[in-house]
């Protein structure tokens, strides 16, 4: 890793990752994937991963695992049970048991697998938006149907719309919910109590619950994820988690995640349905990073990555308010991602796009792909040094009130 120079928090370092296939920051790719034009001197920051440096305990174990030199098809042992396991328990306070455990080669697929095995062509699946926009895309290439519940913004945050849900889970078409939790891109972390009422809901209705909580680690202040399977056992006899450390730890690129599935019938038609999509995919250098990362070192560097994170947030807040209070923005509660309200500028999300992906140069994902409720929204990732946080912003706010 090529670092420009050693500050006092290695999280100040900033690293040169344009020289690697990483696709956050490589110029073509960006245009790609955005299907926009992008600046030379871009500053990425939107997809979702961060410009920190690995955790040095999981570079170690990369590291001596490559230096074997052989590469062959692996599968998981022992080692990768015990990892997840130390993390729900010594996190969340959840005592998982090894059998519930399958290895994935990302949460994105676990989604698909799950909609596949559970559901039917033709079938609604709700989501809450805005919410990461991949659920959408699935349920359609799927044939399945999106069915919308979109969330109810208020002052402070946002909240499930119950009544809605309450409505649509009536429909005996709408068999699945997808749950982001913590929720990106508004960055709520979901209360016990909001999710006791939502999966009770689900139950009284036979609606199945796929949660995806890849961004559960990540909280801040009082804030506390609570995985919803640990609630209740009828919870976990009837709905399915999914996760990884690919956020928290900044390796989505080694391609590991897994789902954790009490009920051994349900495991059994996601385990043959991930078979018949070849997605038992195990990459030899994942295994090595999810027992590296959930660990006593990755518990301590967690620590750290969150008072790192939660002072970006405090930048952001007060560099809002001193220069551009036009945009609104809810305290994100979890994840690395700021939710942004551009409306108070009256601009099409067209124009403001063009603004600030090529005007400022500072690569955002804009509200709308979130579906209804993200329009003149745009998701900013700060999981990154303050000082390219600091020089992002000065550029929005130039281009905006310049
Ligand atoms: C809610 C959510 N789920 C899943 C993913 C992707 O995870 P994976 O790369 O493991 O599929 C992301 C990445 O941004 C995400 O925000």
Redesign the pocket.
């Known amino acids: 890793m090529q670092k420009s120079s050693s500050k006092e928090s290695e999280f100040d370092n900033v690293y040169n990752r344009s020289q690697t296939h990483d696709l956050k920051w490589r110029k073509a790719g960006v245009e790609a994937y955005l299907s926009q034009e992008v600046r030379e001197d871009m500053i990425p920051m939107w997809i979702?991963d961060m410009d920190f440096g690995c955790m040095q305990g999981i570079v170690e174990a990369v590291k001596k695992r490559a230096e074997h030199g052989i590469y062959g098809y692996c599968g998981v042992g022992t080692d990768f049970y015990e990892a997840i396991e130390f993390w729900n328990r010594t996190r969340y306070q959840w005592n998982i048991e090894a059998a519930w455990a399958t290895a994935l080669p990302?949460?994105?697929?676990g989604v698909n697998i799950a909609i596949r095995a559970f559901t039917e062509s033709g079938d609604g699946v709700i989501v809450q938006t805005p919410v990461?926009d991949p659920f959408m895309q699935i349920i359609s290439m799927t044939k399945r149907t999106v069915v919308i519940n979109q969330l109810k913004r208020t002052e402070e945050h946002y909240e499930m719309d119950f009544e809605g849900l309450e409505e649509l889970v009536k429909n005996p078409s709408n068999k699945m919910l997808i749950l982001?939790s913590p929720h990106?891109p508004v960055g709520r972390v979901w209360k016990k109590e909001e999710l006791t009422r939502l999966a009770d809901l689900c139950i009284r209705n036979h609606v199945m619950i796929v949660t995806?909580e890849?961004?559960s680690d990540i909280v801040y202040g009082e804030h506390r994820h609570v995985p919803m399977l640990s609630l209740d056992e009828s919870y976990a006899k009837q709905f399915i988690h999914l996760s990884?450390p690919?956020k928290t730890f900044n390796i989505?690129g080694l391609k590991m995640?897994y789902s954790l599935i009490p009920n051994p019938e349900m495991r059994k038609a996601f385990q043959e349905m991930q078979l018949a999509m070849s997605l038992d995919i195990r990459n030899t250098f994942g295994i090595e990073g999810i027992s590296a990362a959930y660990s006593e070192e990755g518990a301590q560097w967690r620590e750290e990555l969150i008072h790192y994170l939660s002072d970006n947030v405090t930048a952001v807040e007060k560099f809002l308010s001193e220069h551009m209070p036009k945009i609104r923005m809810n305290t994100p509660e979890g994840t690395f991602l700021c939710w942004l309200d551009f409306s108070g500028y009256g601009m099409s999300d067209e124009e403001l796009m063009k603004k600030i992906n090529l005007g400022a140069g500072i690569v955002c994902i804009p509200g709308s792909w979130f579906g209804p409720g993200g329009e003149h929204f745009i998701r900013l990732n700060i999981g990154c040094p303050r000082e390219m946080l600091m020089t992002a912003l000065q550029r929005i706010n130039d281009e905006m009130e310049g």
């Open positions: 979702a990302s949460v994105v697929s990461y982001c990106n995806d890849i961004h990884s690919g989505p995640a």
